[in-house]
């Protein structure tokens, strides 16, 4: 088995992150959407109504938006699929040498595990210092899967884990997550697929609230939920270094996500430290709310269109539990870091105490 990158490989893409916050007074972290096609279905798909579009920016106007966009500590690619842009391998290559991106995230739903494959191993072979994360898509056992996803959907993000792993044994920086979205619907099933995970050799399983707030477990229920998410993180986690940095992180991220649907929002950086750019060039400071503009009427220069357009996170919002932006909150102030060794300990007791 290749060794993981240890806590200093697991926690790069928190320090590049943090080296690059605030550095130029525009986010360093963009979600880019690079495609509104899908051959998916998901019911609780979150951009299921700007999926199909015509209007996707070309590689021209991508690459015109990576030549205005300054540094970036962190790339996090969205979709649509992601990978059924053939082209995916060139755009992240020329975030990686315009804007010094060393940290990319791609999820996947797998539907094309030659794509995915394919791209991640011209990705890894082109950047060998990149710290790239692919998280193909699994919510469920199999047929509670496909009825929640759609069909096929348990295979094909299956195949695409395992020629990943293939792939990782020669290339250690590539990361291979598990990525679990947890609703009212699955909860049931949460530790039966954290056992199956765990039997895969994947590099970490991330179980993630679903956006739409009529479909949260109710909060008694996902409380527990959130516990049982922490212990099984800890067995993907080697050095005690580690398990208080990430699990730490992951207590106090879970902790403002019960204290937002219970009425308490957070304090959101959304527009100043992370941008969110749609696949067809609209600008928004996070996924849930309404785009500011679009960057094509600012000749694709993102500087411009942010400058002009000032996306800014409002200064509350109701129940959101929209982890990017959680842990951008955190990363952006230093005092919350302080939190992190005492949420950890916070969990460790109620592990102790629950044993005895
Ligand atoms: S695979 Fe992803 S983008 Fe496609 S429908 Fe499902 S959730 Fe939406
Ligand atoms: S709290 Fe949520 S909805 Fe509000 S700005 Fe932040 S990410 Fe967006």
């Known amino acids: 088995m290749v060794p993981r990158p240890g806590f200093l490989g697991s926690s790069r893409k928190y320090l590049d992150y943090l080296r690059q916050s605030g550095a130029t007074g525009r986010p360093s972290y963009l979600i880019l959407f690079v495609t509104s096609a899908c051959g998916g279905s998901c019911p609780h798909c979150f ?11 070309s590689f021209d106007e991508l690459a015109r938006v990576s030549a205005t966009a300054g540094s970036l500590g ?19 290559s020329m975030f990686v040498e315009n804007n010094g991106v060393r940290v990319c995230a791609i999820p996947t739903s797998g539907q094309d595990p030659d794509a995915v ?3 991640t191993a011209r990705l890894v072979r082109a950047h060998p210092e990149l710290h790239l994360s692919v998280a193909p898509s699994i919510d469920a056992l199999e047929p509670l899967n496909d009825r929640l996803r759609y069909p096929g959907s348990y295979r094909g993000a299956r195949e695409a884990i395992d020629r990943l792993l293939a792939l990782r044994a020669k290339a250690p920086q590539l990361e291979v997550v598990v990525h679990t979205v947890l609703s009212r619907h699955n909860i049931h099933q949460l530790d039966a697929l954290m056992e199956e995970v765990a039997g895969w050799g994947v590099d970490s399983h991330s179980v993630e609230l679903i956006r739409d707030p009529r479909s949260l477990p109710p909060l008694p229920a996902l409380r527990e939920a959130h516990r049982r998410v922490l212990a099984n993180r800890a067995r993907y986690l080697g050095s005690p270094l580690e398990r208080v940095g990430i699990l730490g992180s992951l207590a106090l991220a879970q902790r403002i996500k019960e204290r937002s649907i219970a009425g308490r929002p957070f304090r ?5 430290r992370v941008v969110v750019l749609d696949a067809d060039g609209a600008l928004r400071p996070c996924e849930p709310l309404p785009p500011v503009g679009n960057v094509r009427d600012f000749d694709c220069d993102l500087a411009r269109a942010y400058d ?9 919002c109701e129940a959101c539990t929209h982890v990017c932006f959680i842990n951008a909150s955190i990363a952006s102030q230093p ?3 302080l939190e992190l060794p005492f949420a950890y300990l916070r969990h460790r007791l109620e592990e102790v105490l629950r044993d005895d």
């Open 268 to 272: 959101c950086v959304a527009g100043r």
């Open 335 to 337: 005092v919350r870091w």
């Open 74 to 92: 962190a790339l996090l690619i969205s979709g649509g699929e992601p990978f059924s842009r053939s082209d995916l391998a060139e755009i992240v």
């Open 308 to 316: 002009s357009l000032g996306p800014r996170a409002p200064s509350s």
């Open 117 to 119: 494959a394919g791209i």
């Open 47 to 57: 951009v299921g109504s700007r999926l199909g579009g015509t209007n996707d920016l």
